[in-house]
């Protein structure tokens, strides 16, 4: 009894710290390029820089989204309904980089936005939360951006928020894309 005794009290916490370890930036970009790919349905809510600057008005699109692996990263692919007869397309390389704690996205052939990621230490099978920081221009005037990328088995939440460029005001909601896969997770079978 004693011998079992000791040899649980030697496995089992070998066990639980080999189920809690960080995966390798390998895995984690692995997983989430598994997670992420195929096909998502949802919208884009963006706020409408029409309006006076005063304005909390948003505008929502119908959006779709298709993620597939390309040797380069992910091509995430949008088509938006943008009205009785406009549809607009999109078409952005995403390339995460746990290893340096980085996100790049390019999109049209444009040259890439690079951001800081935190969250990757948290990432589980391809799951949880990111916070991108990076700079750029928000209504043609240099600004901070921050991204919250939620990733769920069958959700996928990007809300973007903005600031100008140096300024220590809080961020303001810029836009949002909330997608839901388009199939149905599959069901246990019934025994």
Same mark, same amino acid.
């Given at each position: 009894?004693?011998?079992?005794? !000791?040899?649980? &009290? !030697? ?8 189920? &809690? ?6 895995? &984690? ?22 309006? #006076? *600057? ?14 597939? #692996? ?27 980089? *746990?290893? $340096? ?5 390019? $999109? ?21 939360? !990111? ?6 221009? $928000?209504? $043609?005037?240099?600004?901070? &951006? ?17 600031? *100008?460029?140096?300024?220590?005001? #809080? ?21």
């Amino acid at each position: 009894m004693r011998s079992l005794l !000791l040899l649980c &009290t !030697l496995v089992f916490p070998s066990a639980l710290s080999a189920q &809690t370890a960080p995966a390798s930036a390998a895995q &984690t970009q692995s997983d989430l390029t598994q997670a992420l790919a195929g096909d998502w349905a949802g919208y884009l809510e963006y706020r409408d820089y029409s309006e #006076p *600057p005063t304005s909390t008005k948003r505008v929502q699109l119908p959006t779709w989204l298709s993620i597939a #692996p390309t040797s380069a990263g992910q091509s995430w692919h949008y088509i938006y309904d943008d009205g009785p007869t406009k549809t607009v397309e999109e078409t952005d390389l995403v390339t995460f980089h *746990p290893a $340096d704690s980085t996100y790049s996205e390019s $999109d049209n052939g444009k040259p890439a936005q690079t951001y800081q990621v935190t969250g990757y230490q948290a990432i589980r099978s391809g799951r949880g939360q !990111l916070i991108l920081s990076g700079t750029g221009t $928000d209504n $043609d005037k240099p600004s901070e &951006t921050r991204v919250t990328l939620t990733i769920r088995r069958n959700l996928i939440d990007m809300l973007e928020e903005v600031r *100008p460029a140096g300024s220590t005001a #809080p961020f303001v909601f810029r836009h949002r894309y909330i997608f839901t896969r388009t199939h149905p997770p599959a069901l246990p079978a019934a025994h």
